[in-house]
């Protein structure tokens, strides 16, 4: 694993100069008449200029040469399977799952693997959520990629991810997650067969979440969040392609250098990743399942108060301990979509048929729940404080969009379990009156 320096914190305003240069940020001010080492400055904003302070984010760039150096965009066909077409299949109000997805066998790039699976928005009008498969093997090479529409939150699933981006290199491994917003430019290297979820927000940004009750501490810890540090290449390159999703389609640029030029940074708008193992699990140490929304890392918030565009939600290992209650998740109908996916391990609602790199969409009001089996067990369990599986890690996107499925998610990918609603029907009418006429409870 590369011993890349990082800088700890979250929403922070951070500095970072390469060790070999410095003096390269300017003392006191952003734009002097000439800058150091004959760099040019640029400013990279994530929020209007106008935000209040609090959402204000941007970065200066010191680099040695402006983005603006490259010849005109033109439309790129590579990922043949991206999507923001909403209305490619019929709606589908079916609970779906996913078997694993296969991972291309011919070479393909972390661009080209990217598969849109289910969506709902306008990257034009900035609101909407998508969600993306990432199926790679091999590693950018002479290419840079940045998305206008939105923020990416990365989740590798197998293969670790070595990142270059403008503000230095960040190496992400399965159980770690990682935050690439709007505009940063970045290429990922990868060493094998690579895949991994993305969800991508069209609005604002990610932030963790308010905790209210719980206190100053607790969840994800702000200072677990690492943004890299400073580094570049003076690299001029025949054609260095530029790639940009703006407004759902892909363009790409010719350029006579690479993009990480950057010797020096400064700002509140940076790439970051977190590592899930870190994650403080508050859950019920007296009775009842808690809803999940006390397992989340990341929010990405609508204007709505409390209504994500997405949350993102871990299902790590930890203690289950409540008392007189049955302790998987509750049979739910929810007005948020539920997309799953499994990093390793298990789902505790769902032993059989959710696999690792596989996913499932619980869309807004489709019942589901644990399956036959896990009710079966669950509801006879002994009720011991249990540990839920080391080495388990699910997790979920949540949110208030109702999202449709592509073409590729309904029919190209060929991984949906057609029989996934068979794991329910097995559940029957346990319903008993005594000969008084009143229900009475039966072991089930
Ligand atoms: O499995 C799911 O659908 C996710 C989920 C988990 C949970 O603990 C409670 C509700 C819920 O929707
Ligand atoms: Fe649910």
């Known amino acids: 694993m590369p011993e ?35 760099l040019y400055a640029e400013q990279l904003n994530g929020a209007a200029f106008t935000a209040p302070r609090i959402e ?82 091999s590693s950018m090479e002479n290419r840079a990629f940045y998305n206008s529409d939105g923020d990416l939150l990365i989740v590798p699933q197998e293969g670790a991810l070595d990142i270059v981006t403008e503000f230095g290199r960040i190496y992400v491994e399965p159980n770690e997650i990682c935050v690439i917003q709007q505009g940063m430019r970045f290429a990922v290297n990868v060493t094998g067969p690579t895949r991994g979820y993305i969800c991508e927000v069209y609005n604002g940004h990610f932030k963790i979440p308010d905790l209210g009750p719980i206190g100053a501490n607790g969840l994800a810890f702000p200072r677990d969040f690492l943004t890299p540090t400073a580094w570049f290449e003076d690299r001029d390159v025949e054609n260095f392609q530029v790639i940009s999703k703006f407004q759902g389609s892909l363009f790409s640029a010719s350029q006579n250098h690479s993009s990480f030029d950057v010797v020096a940074w400064h700002g509140n708008y940076v790439p970051y990743k977190y590592n899930l193992a870190n994650f403080m699990v508050i859950n019920s140490v007296s009775f009842d399942h808690c809803d999940p929304s006390i397992f989340t890392v990341l929010t990405c918030p609508s204007l709505r108060p409390g209504t994500a565009i997405c949350d993102f939600v871990i299902f790590p290992p930890r203690w289950s301990v409540q008392e007189n209650t049955f302790r998987p998740p509750y049979y739910h109908r929810n007005c948020m979509s539920e997309f799953m996916g499994l990093i390793q391990g298990r789902y505790e609602a769902k032993e059989g048929g959710f696999f690792p790199g596989g996913a499932t969409l619980h869309s807004i009001m489709t019942p589901h729940g644990p399956d036959y089996d896990c009710f079966d067990q669950a509801s006879n369990a002994k009720l011991e404080p249990q540990r839920i599986a080391e080495g388990t890690q699910s997790f979920m996107f949540e949110s208030s969009l109702s999202m449709a499925t592509t073409k590729w998610g309904q029919e190209t990918c060929n991984k949906l379990d057609q029989q996934y609603y068979e794991c329910w029907q097995k559940l029957k009418n346990n319903f008993r009156i005594s000969s008084y006429g009143r229900a009475v409870m039966l072991d089930v």
Not at 17 to 28: F, Q, R
Request: glycine share 8%; net charge positive.
């Open 4 to 38: 890349y320096k990082y800088l700890p914190g979250f929403g922070s305003e951070f500095v970072s100069e390469h060790p070999n240069y410095p003096d390269a940020l300017p003392k006191g001010q952003n734009t002097p008449q000439k800058c150091a080492y004959g």
């Open 56 to 137: 204000n984010f941007r970065t200066w760039f010191y680099r040695i040469r402006p983005s603006a150096v490259h010849k005109p965009f033109q439309p790129y066909n590579g990922a043949k399977f991206l999507s923001n077409n909403w209305d490619e299949v019929p709606p589908n109000p079916n609970q779906l799952r996913w078997n694993p997805f296969d991972i291309p066998g011919e070479k393909i790039d972390f661009v080209d693997g990217l598969h849109t699976v289910c969506g709902a928005g306008d990257a034009k009008s900035r609101h909407g959520i998508a969600i993306h498969i990432y199926m790679c093997n």
